[in-house]
């Protein structure tokens, strides 16, 4: 470096060189800062844009997936100079192939991630793509620890990738990713490790020695009851007596009564098992003789072969006690009858004038009134016409009023 004499010596001597050497350096620092400036805000416009709204996570995903990436890419600098004895322009136009490729399908992965809201082939790639470049940088290697770092570098980047991609593919479709059958969790309750369910530790030993209690009494049965020699019978109920005062012991089962019921359960349950094998459970959907598609009324007496053909809207009805309530209550009532109408609809069940009276708490004459119109809706009329040909039941709104005596009250 030059002292300041000679610089004071190279002013003095030469003027004119020393005023070009100035300006050029005053238009280089002006220009250098026109371009930190540029570069300051294109930097803040890329952050505010791309950096801001995503969360944090995701960011760093991004920095160290780079600088994975940049550590793969050194290693495959190294494999391309010593390996394919590339040299030059050329050996920096192709040492990062892979690594471009890699950055390529990952963004291709996203985009179908966001249109097609699966990662497809380019994920597949990514993972394939990922492992050749890591094995490719770890066979220059010197030493077995450097070989096992340019494994991990490549490996940590593909997984930060997966992490992001499994984000944004809940964020995009509201659902998580596929239940692993083995996970550390399965195999540690699988092990006796964990449990399952949030018990703590004494509902869990109270559950186990009332098994064993049952267990026990299950196996001294069959035992006794299968005609085993006396020597097994006393073995197995010296092995229920022993259980059963572990479990008076540590579980309060002579006190505690929920205990002595799930005891006794599953004894029932655990005698009975032969009983399994007679039982006929039906398929929901499956139809047999006697379903009946709508569901009726309790059985109804023979005397309904003498129903009157009328309808209900025919029959007079006296209502000793009309009710006289203001517009708002009988907008109320009406549309609490209607709920009660469409629930028992629903069901199956077309409700009688004075089923709704009775239910909503208003007059005969104004249930039958609702009646009357809403049981020519589609839906109620296709089940009245069902109880008719099935049951030969005739809609007459009571369907119908049958005394105590077993006598049908018509309209005389």
Known sequence: ???????????????????????????????????????????????????????IEDVLTVVAASIATGVSAQGMWRFSGDVLGLDGPLRLLLFAFIEVAIITSAVRARRNMRENYSAGIDGIAVWALTCLTAVLSSMDAHSLPEAIFRLAAPLVAAWLWERGMAIERHRIRGTGRINWRLTPERLLVRLGIAEVSDRTASEVDAHRRLTRVALAAKQAKVLREGGAPERKVRAALAKLDKAMDQAVEHTGLAVDATRQEALLAQIAALYNTSALIDADPRVPWEPHADHHPVPARPALPPALAQLVDEEDEDVEILDPNPQVVDTAQRAVLMRASREFWDRQIAKGIVPRTVDIAQEIGISLTTAREYRSLWKLEPQAHALIEALYHQHGIVDTGTFPVIAADGRVLTKS
């Open 1 to 55: 470096m030059p002292t300041f004499e000679e610089i004071t010596a190279f002013i003095t001597d030469k003027p004119l060189a020393t005023a070009v050497i100035t300006l050029l350096s005053l238009v280089g620092l002006v220009l250098a800062y026109l371009v930190l400036r540029v570069a300051w805000r294109a930097l803040t416009w890329l952050v505010a844009r791309y950096v801001a709204p995503r969360p």
